[in-house]
């Protein structure tokens, strides 16, 4: 059973919606990652939080420890968006991760 | 600028035969992952190593064998007792400890022929 669960596992948007990606888990964490990945199969690191709320341009990742869940925002979406969205919990104490099965997101111009 | 290669981007292999993957990294970073990745799944932990001539295995080792003969190089080798290789493998390091960003590498597509 896979302990990190994404939903929706596809979206499709038009450019400039708003849009939202969620993750939840399972177990206590310290901490929680998003990642991109784009189309030729490269992996980015866009995240990793611990608590509140983080911003990096038009992404927003915001995660409660206490309800064991996560969100990723993107405001103004762009066909550049266009790539799956990971998130992955920490498990252990050496930084191994377990990851989810991806959002598979595709933004129409 | 510092970061992760993998090569080749693409590999086949025949029945029985095995295959290395290659990845080094230029970023200092102590420890090294491989994973595979199947479509529709999320990615999973081959092999891991903390520290240079040390590694452990991950969930799905059986059938893959590394070594970590320089802080730089963790090259992953496919056997022939892996029975479905093809998949696409990514490679990441970061720092020791737990809760570090992970950096990936542009990962390796490999095709049995």
């Known amino acids: 059973k896979n302990e990190v669960e994404q939903s929706p596992q596809n979206l499709t948007a038009q450019e400039g919606e708003f849009i939202t990606i969620n993750c939840s888990y399972s177990?206590?964490?310290?901490?929680l990652h998003w990642l991109q990945q784009h189309p030729g199969g490269g992996i980015v690191s866009l995240f990793m939080?611990?608590?509140g709320k983080k911003k990096h341009g038009r992404l927003i990742a915001t995660i409660n420890i206490q309800e064991k869940h996560s969100s990723l925002h993107i405001t103004a979406s762009h066909p550049r968006d266009s790539a799956v969205y990971i998130c992955a919990r920490g498990e252990g104490s050496q930084g191994n991760l377990i990851f989810g099965k991806g959002t598979k997101l595709s933004v129409k111009p | 600028d510092g970061g992760i290669t993998q090569s080749p981007k693409y590999l086949f292999r025949k029945e029985g035969q095995n295959v290395t993957l290659s990845c080094e990294q230029n970023l200092n970073h102590d420890a090294m992952y491989w994973y595979r990745q199947d479509p529709g799944q999320g990615l999973r932990l081959i092999y891991y190593?903390?520290?240079?001539?040390?590694?452990q295995k991950g969930d799905i080792a059986e059938g893959y064998s590394v070594s970590r003969e320089k802080k730089e190089s963790f090259p992953l080798t496919v056997t022939s007792a892996q029975k479905n290789p093809t998949a696409f493998y990514l490679c990441?390091?970061?720092?020791?400890?737990?809760?570090?960003?992970?950096?990936f590498g542009d990962g390796t597509r490999l095709s049995i022929l």
């Open positions: 990441a390091s970061s720092l020791r400890g737990p809760d570090q960003p992970q950096h």
């Open positions: 177990v206590g964490i310290s901490a």
């Open positions: 190593s903390q520290i240079v001539n040390d590694f």
């Open positions: 939080l611990s608590s």
